[in-house]
Each structure stands twice: as C-alpha cells, then as structure tokens.
C-alpha cells in the first residue's frame, strides 16, 4: 500500500516537471543554452538548492526586520535577495545538469 502510494507520488512529480519547465522556460533558457563541454557535480545542484533556501531566508529576514522601520528602503535589498533565491531554486529544481553548471561557470 504504501510503495503504490510512493510511486503515484513520483509518477505525479515526473507529470509535473513538463509544465513547470515550460511555464519557467524564459528563466531556464540562457542557462541551457550552448553546445559545448560542461562538467556537472551532483553536488552542485545540492549547494545550489542551499544557497536558493538562504537567500529567500535572507529576503524574509530583511523585509520582516525592515516593515519596522521608517521609509520603504528595504524593499531593494529584499526584492534582490528574493530574485537570486527563486532563480537559483528553478534552476536547481527545474533546470538540467548544463543550467547548474553554468550557474556555477563550469565549463
């Protein structure tokens, strides 16, 4: 019961995967793009996912400590830190190995 549970979890995920990297494809493409060498580390991915996770954390704590203040001047920093964040988390999640790697600049 539980092992047809798990394989109906993944079998959705793999369905889900398709219309993700179409609707992020504009993010996705200068990253794959290219047709030479690369040298991809699954480890890459790994950190890539870590840096995506601290930097939207960055963003959080920055707009979160900077709603108290005065002015509207955090929202810089916040909005760059969550841009780099969400890039990084479709790439590692969504992007193919020569994304991560060029993200990284392994060539």
Request: charged content about 20%; glycine content about 10%.
């Amino acid at each position: 019961m539980a092992r047809q549970a798990c394989n109906s979890l993944i079998k959705d995920q793999k369905n889900m995967k398709h219309p993700l990297r179409k609707l992020f494809r504009p993010l996705l493409q200068p990253f794959e793009k290219g047709t030479g060498d690369y040298d991809y580390k699954p480890l890459n991915r790994k950190l890539l996912l870590v840096l995506a996770v601290l930097f939207c954390g960055l963003a959080a704590a920055v707009a979160f400590i900077g709603i108290g203040g005065n002015g509207i001047g955090f929202m810089l920093p916040a909005i760059v830190f969550a841009c780099v964040g969400i890039v990084a988390l479709v790439v590692a999640t969504l992007g193919t190995d020569r994304a991560v790697a060029k993200i990284w600049r392994n060539r």
